[in-house]
């Protein structure tokens, strides 16, 4: 070898070997996985008209933007609802690799509509007033059948990994906890932490503790004003009325007028009004029962599991030790109050100011316990949202709601006159009709002809823009899986490709191939800004495949992460498999049956070939 060949060689070599631990350094220590429910993609980024920047100057989001913020993060699925978009997001696979196409669907066995995290063979640890025939969360025994989630992936590579999942109620907790990790969540009976016997045979002591000395009078006593007159706690707006950008349109909320309650028995008993201020009542026992609940539908539930993130980080010593950690936090409140008041509220803005501190408080906590180098903060959203329709259309766009009652009883018809059975469709999961098979097989019809007898009478109803029977989305499965490689693989662009048939390869993500019974026989796409409505708390709804529901907030931040904002269109998908790239491991099967791929981006970062 050349005297001057030999320097190179040694030189390169010394790169190598000096570089090697500069990137172990570099793996993060902890992972926190920060879910905001409901993130549609423009909430925390100002828009041109401002909205989106708190009056006070933004805190937690701030902090956030020195990282690296995607601004073009799209599901690529068509149901874009919480349980299909939280278990993309912590397996890495589409639905129809992860096998959650909707929140729940028919038990073909009982005839009834599941839960899709109820199984009646564990049940909750902890402080519950719910009892067994309230059918709560307790296991993700349904959903982790075709799966594991990327917790499990770590724990499978380093036993001594700790996964932790938490937010403020046992869904979509409890799938996020995965087979290996553990689960923990409020209960909104009791106001504690609470698990389940799949994850714990006891609460950890510290829970145990913090229950007892961390329950949410104190807490709502610290951080709550009172009303003078009646002692209530009040949730009041953050900023002085005239600087919010939704002020001026602040009665949007009170053009529907029938939620901004939580029906009980049919009764709107449990009620936050319509118009600030909103009131947590605290009187007497019966008060606290309500206030446990209402809390949900406030930005204090996010405030609540901020303080539970932080001494979970401590007590359980996260990011600590040379073995990577992971927690993921689902704040929902953002959600609720969404739902309730609509995403063009004064409410719904007051929550993101009150988030923006929650992130804020958050950093903090995280940074206090692990230096921001052994971090890795990856923020996203499971899915968008849109209008109420009546402020839509109060805008001079058309908009409304599809009532799944009304659907299933307009197909009952139609197929009454068609085949002389009554009650063929047995109901909905959005978008999803159920129909009852078993009278189909004994009246020896084709299962397929009622289905398509079914979408020909949907397609004429007002408000749906296409219907198809399943096995039409299976008939053309190649031709339109072409399409979404096609599309991922940046060879067409989506506006090249007919609408229908983008829509049903987005479709045909959304139908879970090896459980096929969870996915119903006709699917549905409503019209632009319609949405399908089953609950009477929601004025506003999310789980269409257009921009405002499938396009959410993307960030991440910490260890080398750099500043930039990237135009890129990326899935959401793909944020699995950049961690187990960065963490080297495997990704979860889901992944790598839905070929997702890392971002470049921050692979680069840590200096790692894609
Ligand atoms: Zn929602």
Redesign the pocket.
């Known amino acids: 070898m050349q005297r001057s060949m030999r320097k190179w060689f040694f030189a390169v070599l010394a790169t190598w070997v000096f570089a090697t631990p500069t990137l172990a350094a570099n793996k993060p220590k902890l992972v926190v996985m920060i879910v905001v429910?409901?993130g549609r993609h423009d909430y925390p980024l100002p828009r041109p008209d401002g909205y989106g920047k708190p009056p006070g100057g933004s805190k937690g989001y701030q902090i956030l933007k020195q990282g690296t913020v995607y601004l073009n993060a799209a599901y690529a699925h068509s149901v874009t609802?919480?349980e299909p978009g939280h278990m993309t997001l912590i397996t890495g696979g589409s639905p129809n690799t992860h096998g959650i196409p909707r929140n729940g669907w028919l038990n073909r066995n009982t005839g009834k509509f599941v839960n899709d995290i109820y199984d009646p063979d564990y049940w909750i640890v902890g402080n519950t007033g719910l009892k067994r025939d309230d059918k709560p969360g307790t296991a993700p025994t349904a959903l982790l059948v075709n799966t594991g989630t990327i917790g499990d992936s770590l724990i499978e590579a380093h036993g001594e990994a700790k996964v932790f999942s938490i937010a403020m109620g046992d869904w979509p907790t409890i799938p996020i906890g995965g087979k290996k990790g553990k689960a923990l969540w409020y209960d909104y009976t009791s106001g504690e932490f609470v698990s389940s016997d799949y994850f714990y045979k006891e609460l950890p002591s510290w829970v145990q503790d913090w229950n007892k000395t961390h329950p949410l009078h104190p807490f709502l006593e610290k951080n709550l004003p009172r009303d003078p007159k009646t002692g209530s706690w009040v949730w009041e707006l953050l900023y002085n009325r005239e600087r919010y950008k939704n002020a001026p349109r602040s009665d949007a909320n009170a053009l529907y007028t029938r939620p901004a309650c939580f029906p009980s028995q049919n009764a709107c008993t449990y009620s936050l009004g319509h118009a600030f201020n909103h009131y947590l009542p605290n009187a007497t026992p019966e008060d606290m029962l309500k206030t446990r609940l209402l809390l949900l539908w406030t930005p204090f539930a996010d405030a609540v599991l901020r303080e539970f993130a932080a001494e979970l980080v401590q007590q359980e010593g996260l990011g600590q030790d040379e073995t990577t950690d992971l927690l993921v936090m689902s704040l929902a409140s953002t959600?609720?109050v969404?739902?309730m008041w609509g995403p063009d509220s004064l409410e719904h803005e007051d929550n993101f100011y009150r988030l923006d501190v929650v992130l804020e408080g958050l950093i903090n906590a995280l940074t206090t316990a692990v230096p921001k180098e052994d971090l890795l903060l990856v923020l996203s959203a499971d899915?968008g949202?849109n209008s109420i329709p009546e402020f839509l259309r109060s805008q001079g766009i058309s908009a409304g709601r599809l009532y799944t009652e009304e659907i299933v009883q307009a197909v009952n018809a139609s197929l009454l006159q068609s085949y002389g059975m009554s009650n063929l469709a047995l109901g909905m999961r959005p978008p999803s009709l159920f129909l009852d098979l078993k009278k189909i097989e004994r009246a020896q019809r084709d299962v397929n002809e009622v289905a398509q007898r079914a979408v020909e009478t949907i397609r004429h109803m007002t408000g749906v823009r296409y219907a198809w029977t399943k096995q039409d989305l299976f008939t053309h499965q190649q031709e339109l899986e072409g399409v979404i490689e096609d599309i991922d693989a940046g060879r067409k662009r989506l506006q090249d490709i007919e609408e229908e048939v983008r829509f049903k390869a987005r479709m045909l993500l959304s139908v879970d191939q090896n459980l096929t019974d969870r996915s119903g026989e006709v699917l549905i796409v409503q019209e632009k800004y319609w949405y399908f409505h089953e609950l009477e708390t929601d004025a506003a709804?999310?789980g269409s495949p257009y921009d405002y529901s499938s396009r959410v907030q993307l960030m991440f931040w910490g260890g080398p992460i750099k500043q930039a904002e990237i135009s890129d269109r990326v899935r959401l998908r793909d944020i699995v498999p950049t961690i187990a790239k960065i963490l080297d491991i495997d990704p979860p099967v889901a992944a790598q049956k839905s070929k997702s791929k890392p971002l470049r981006a921050i692979l680069d970062y840590y200096g790692i070939a894609p």
Do not use: N, P, S
């Open positions: 429910d409901q609802v919480t959600d609720l969404g739902h899915h949202m709804m999310h």
